[in-house]
């Protein structure tokens, strides 16, 4: 049975600071990684989408990687804003579509 | 292109009545979902259709039911409201290699 985690479940760092935000997940046959963003009271908004095939895929300031064999994805934000604090979710799609319970990421101004 | 559009944004309802829920697609997607969000609990697949014709339950489908009225429209049917559905309501669809996506939710309580 497939498991996401995310590790951290909360993060403070200081405006300006480089970050990375962690998603395991326990079989490596999926299809897909996608990362998403969830501001208080608001819906999810994708920000990347990994194929199986793919090893990182960049949008902006943000980087996300994905290593199929060990597990694991990473989300890289640089520069860090305070408009990027929100809630991180990650999700493996493989036959079915599993959530971690994400990293609530708060920056400090 | 609206993506996935959700109604009503918001909906107050007493023990016992009904509702529906609507969601349609604009992206030619074949899945669509229904999660229910609550505080420490995450998101719960409460229904998901695979394609056009079909549903599947998922981990919390109680008290639930559902549509898929087309490719682009799948509604979540409350029968008998209770208190314990009071829930924040998500639709969302995919693709396979066009990844997940979601609408903007409906903020339900059931007094």
Sequence with gaps: KQEVTQIPAALSVPEGENLVLNCSFTDSAIYNLQWFRQDPGKGLTSLLLIQSSQREQTSGRLNASLDKSSGRSTLYIAASQPGDSATYLCAVLDDKIIFGKGTRLHILP | ?111
């Excluded at chain 2, 909906?11 to 505080?39: E, F, I």
């Excluded at chain 2, 039911?65 to 409350?78: A, I």
Aim: proline share 5%.
């Design chain 2, 1 to 111: 292109n609206a993506g996935v559009t959700q109604t009503p944004k918001f909906q107050v309802l007493k023990t016992g009545q009904s509702m529906t829920l609507q969601c349609a697609q604009d992206m030619n997607h074949n899945s669509m979902y229904w999660y229910r969000q609550d505080p420490g609990m995450g998101l719960r697949l409460i229904y998901y259709s695979a394609s056009e014709g079909t549903t599947d339950k998922g981990e919390v489908p109680n008290g639930y039911n559902v549509s898929r009225l087309n490719k682009r429209e799948f509604s979540l049917r409350l029968e008998s409201a209770a208190p314990s559905q009071t829930s924040v309501y998500f639709c969302a669809s995919s693709e396979l290699l066009a990844g997940l996506y979601f609408g903007p939710g409906t903020r339900l309580t059931v007094l």
